[in-house]
């Protein structure tokens, strides 16, 4: 470990001795270029399996329609060949067919077509229905007659008797024309067939009685892929279980023979357990897909050359080769460039920095730039001048400080004095039983009492709301019981610590502007709790209310302040007082409607000595 320590070192300090121009190259071409690199090999490889497995996805989506569309077809045609069997029609002629002249059995080829056609039952699929009995005689029953499927002998007899063994189950088999006989000599009609057949069985007793033959003209199962086959550059084909092609897009791949390619029919048969998915045929660097037709037993696959699929990847390859080569180029300049405006601003900071290391606060660094030591040189000109006013700051709210201890004092008048000269009143009054004077003179008394503290001395809120009492029962004989007072005061706060003389000033300006001025019977609620680890009181007046503007905090602007009558401190002055005592957080709030109420809240922070019991319950005094 301390070897790599050392080595570490010592090639950084080897570093440190190379100019910055020259390191700022050099992580360039490391640090730029090289996660370039492996973020467009990423990005490539990402790109490759998103658009493949997009593409998969398509082509999936697209077979799978098309492999269901050719098994509905399918299995309408199946469905129809057993309701043919059964009509009526059918089996008569079957049945009876020695006794069927040429006009009775054009009379019931009529009657199928007629039928067949109302319910469009074959949507032009079928091209033919041809019925044979059991000794051999045929007839067509839907179609052209001039034209019909005419099997070689060996391959129509091999046809009836796989339908025989089948009892009346169908029987596909894919022909063209090697299968058929020519309908003149020399003449050879070049078409495939896709042929349905099955034995029909009387209703009665369920004996065989006749066959029936369907064609489908191949074409119309291949003009279902043909279009999507064309479109993607990719060889679709249909094949039995017998690997037999049924269909093929691809017109030089024989219908009716076994598929060519073997060691594509093996990758088709290897991947029977996961049909509908696509696995790379390697040999032909091709994908292949493989989709069920149940309703005849057959299977649908799909051949596409990787370089259809990789195709859209030789353009993002492309493109990003040439912004990458762009961009490392742009690199290179900007870097040059770059460097040259780094190195300057970094001297003059750091003459600065030494300058202001020395306590020069006065010195302001030049902002001739706009980007980041540009800012860097702004913010350090910024906390200059913000140290520089913070001192001022500070300085000033002492002055404030003591102007406002020099208040306190004043509103004092004597106060020794004077509560010396009310004890002797209050007992004079005591003797001649003027209780109510007595009462009034007690509540100054202590009211004096609590003035000749310190100002900035805190007390407890059960003292402050004691406080509030007295000066409530001398206002109370003043204004002769005109009002009410409501003490809703959380018990769990009584032994918090606040300033002094907070309340009492709302209190006042309540009474005096809220109370005294109205018509009606006043009442003040004086509330307070504990809420998120503050110590908040609301007092509410329903006097004659204020508009915001007439009790402005700030006590150059408080018009009403100078009417404040006991402690001489003002509402403003308790609002300076919490914020220069407590910090800017806290302070008043004023709430009003003109004619209707007026409500201050006091913010103050949770102070305590003594555990509060938790378990008190709230009261209202």
């Keep these: 470990m301390k070897h790599w320590k050392n080595f570490f070192k010592f090639y950084i300090l080897k570093?440190?001795?190379?100019?910055?121009?020259?390191?700022?190259?050099?992580?360039?071409?490391?640090?730029?270029?090289?996660?370039?690199?492996?973020?467009?090999?990423?990005?490539?490889?990402?790109?490759?399996?998103?658009?493949?497995?997009?593409?998969?996805?398509?082509?999936?989506?697209?077979?799978?329609?098309?492999?269901t569309s050719i098994n509905e077809k399918i299995e309408k045609v199946r469905n129809d060949s057993i309701e043919i069997s059964y009509l009526e029609e059918i089996q008569d002629v079957l049945i009876n067919y020695n006794d069927y002249n040429e006009r009775m059995k054009n009379k019931v080829k009529i009657a199928v077509t007629d039928k067949m056609s109302k319910k469009y039952v074959f949507d032009n699929i079928v091209s033919e229905i041809t019925l044979y009995t059991l000794t051999g005689a045929k007839l067509n029953v839907y179609g052209n007659n001039t034209f019909t499927v005419n099997l070689k002998s060996d391959y129509f007899n091999e046809f009836l008797d796989i339908c025989h063994s089948y009892n009346g189950a169908c029987v596909w088999k894919a022909i063209n024309h090697n299968y058929e006989k020519r309908i003149a000599s020399g003449v050879n009609n070049d078409r495939n067939y896709i042929l349905l057949g099955k034995a029909i069985k009387k209703k009665s007793d369920g004996k065989i009685i006749g066959y029936m033959i369907m064609a489908i003209e191949e074409?119309?199962?291949?003009?279902?892929?043909?279009?999507?086959?064309?479109?993607?550059?990719?060889?679709?084909?249909?094949?039995?279980?017998?690997d037999i092609v049924i269909s093929s897009a691809d017109l030089n791949t024989p219908v009716g023979e076994i598929y060519p390619n073997n060691n594509v029919l093996k990758e088709i048969q290897d991947s029977h357990n996961i049909t509908g998915n696509n696995y790379h045929f390697?040999?032909?660097?091709?994908?292949?897909?493989?989709?069920?037709?149940?309703?005849?037993?057959?299977?649908?696959?799909?051949l596409i050359p990787l370089t259809y699929l990789q195709s859209d990847l030789k353009i993002i390859l492309k493109n990003f080769l040439l912004v990458g080569f762009i961009g490392i180029i742009f690199g290179i300049i900007f870097t040059l460039a770059f460097s040259i405006t780094i190195i300057s601003p970094i001297n003059k900071m750091i003459t600065g920095i030494k300058s202001f290391e020395k306590g020069d606060f006065s010195l302001k660094l030049v902002e001739d730039g706009n980007d980041e030591l540009t800012i860097l040189t702004r913010q350090f000109n910024k906390m200059a001048e913000e140290i520089t006013q913070l001192l001022d700051n500070i300085k000033m709210n002492e002055r404030q400080k003591r102007k406002l201890e020099i208040q306190a004092l004043q509103a004092q008048i004597n106060p020794h004095f004077l509560a010396n000269t009310l004890n002797t009143v209050s007992f004079i009054a005591k003797l001649k039983k003027e209780t109510s004077i007595e009462t009034i003179i007690n509540a100054i008394i202590e009211l004096l009492r609590d003035s000749m503290k310190n100002d900035d001395s805190l007390h407890t809120v059960q003292e402050e709301i004691s406080l509030i009492k007295n000066y409530i029962i001398i206002q109370d004989y003043r204004l002769m019981g005109k009002f009410d007072v409501e003490f809703q005061i959380s018990p769990q706060i009584l032994d918090f610590q606040m300033p002094r003389f907070i309340l009492q000033p709302i209190v006042e300006n309540a009474i005096i502007h809220g109370i005294e001025p109205s018509c009606r019977r006043?009442?003040?609620?004086?509330?307070?709790?504990?809420?998120?680890?503050?110590?908040?009181?609301?007092?509410?007046?329903?006097?004659?209310?204020?508009?915001?503007?007439?009790?402005?905090?700030?006590?150059?602007?408080?018009?009403?302040?100078?009417n404040s009558?006991?402690?001489?401190?003002?509402?403003?002055?308790?609002?300076?007082?919490?914020?220069?005592?407590?910090?800017?957080?806290?302070?008043?709030?004023?709430?009003?409607?003109?004619?209707?109420?007026?409500?201050?809240?006091?913010?103050?922070?949770?102070?305590t000595k003594n555990p509060i019991s938790e378990s008190r319950e709230e009261h209202h005094v």
Excluded: H
């Design 282 to 302: 390697a040999e032909l660097n091709t994908m292949i897909y493989n989709f069920p037709i149940e309703q005849a037993e057959w299977k649908m696959a799909a």
């Design 219 to 242: 074409d119309k199962i291949r003009n279902i892929y043909e279009k999507i086959s064309s479109t993607m550059n990719m060889q679709v084909f249909i094949i039995d279980n017998n």
């Design 522 to 562: 006043g009442l003040i609620t004086i509330a307070g709790k504990c809420k998120n680890d503050q110590l908040i009181f609301s007092i509410t007046d329903n006097g004659v209310g204020m508009r915001i503007e007439e009790l402005a905090l700030d006590s150059k602007n408080n018009t009403v302040e100078k």
């Design 565 to 607: 009558r006991f402690s001489g401190l003002g509402v403003s002055n308790v609002n300076n007082r919490i914020k220069l005592m407590m910090g800017d957080q806290y302070g008043l709030k004023v709430l009003s409607e003109k004619g209707s109420y007026t409500t201050i809240l006091i913010n103050l922070p949770v102070i």
């Design 15 to 67: 570093l440190r001795t190379v100019n910055i121009f020259k390191r700022l190259f050099v992580m360039f071409i490391f640090v730029t270029l090289l996660p370039i690199t492996l973020y467009g090999i990423l990005l490539y490889n990402k790109s490759s399996d998103i658009i493949q497995d997009k593409v998969n996805l398509s082509i999936s989506e697209a077979l799978t329609q098309i492999s």
